[in-house]
């Protein structure tokens, strides 16, 4: 018996151990993302480009935050998803903005450096999707940075076809309407996020309850 739970302690360290490591490595690979991504949007003008910096920004903050969590009490975890849902959200407002400024002043994307950016951008996302699919289903902490993971993939496509509409019709609208496609995704996201966050808050204060 005494062996049985050791051995369960040991499990449960290691399974912790490896959520770490994999989230060091994703925050590294998205802030390395989110810098190709700025350049990538100053250089060349692109509104879908800003969209994904400033997933990729809100990604490092998500993953950061993850980290600080890992081994955590559900309910630690539970406020930080519902934190995590508050800054999709703010991106969102973020881009929204931005889409409005670009839909006032329409210009064409340098569709070269917007191209390659977002072909980095998606080999990024590809890569922490593969590392953290394993552990998606763990707790509500790496379900919520899965899912933010998830929707980076969308993010990645869309730019690269954002790009590729750009230079086919030489116009700045295959730009915006991807932008605002990626807007939809942020908000559906941040209210996923919000809600499941939210529905184990409710678990946990019900289940903690003295009962009469």
């Known amino acids: ?21 994999v989230l ?13 991504m ?22 490092a903050l998500t993953y950061g935050l993850s980290l600080a969590v890992v081994g955590s ?10 934190f995590k ?13 931005q889409i409005f400024r670009h839909l006032l002043h329409p210009e064409t994307p340098v569709v070269e450096t917007m191209s390659i950016a977002a072909v980095v951008n998606l080999a ?21 940075v899965w899912e933010c993971s998830r929707n980076d ?6 730019v690269v076809l954002a790009s590729i509409g750009v230079w086919f019709l030489d116009s700045a609208w295959p730009d915006l309407l991807v932008a605002i496609a990626l807007l939809i995704v942020f908000t559906k996201s941040a209210v996923r996020v919000l809600r499941g966050a939210w529905l184990e808050l409710r ?8 009962h009469r």
């Not at 009490?73 to 519902?82: E, M, N, Q």
Request: charged letters at 10%; glycine letters at 8%; hydrophobic letters at 55%.
């Open 73 to 82: 009490s559900t309910i630690a975890k539970a406020r930080v998803a519902l």
């Open 38 to 59: 700025a350049a990538g949007s100053v250089v060349s003008g692109s509104a879908s480009l800003l969209s994904g910096m400033l997933d990729n920004l809100g990604d």
């Open 203 to 210: 678990h946990v204060a019900s289940c903690t309850q003295p």
């Open 1 to 21: 018996m005494s062996d049985s739970c050791c051995n369960g302690h040991l499990d449960v360290a290691a399974l912790e151990a490896r959520q770490r490591r």
């Open 124 to 144: 990024a996302n590809l890569l922490c999707l593969w590392l953290l699919t394993p552990y998606r289903h763990i707790d509500i902490n790496m379900s919520s």
């Open 85 to 97: 849902g508050a800054l999709i959200a703010l991106a969102a407002l973020i881009v929204a903005g």
């Open 24 to 36: 060091v490595i994703v925050l590294v690979v998205n802030v390395a993302a989110f810098a190709v």
């Open 153 to 158: 993939i969308f993010d990645g496509v869309a």
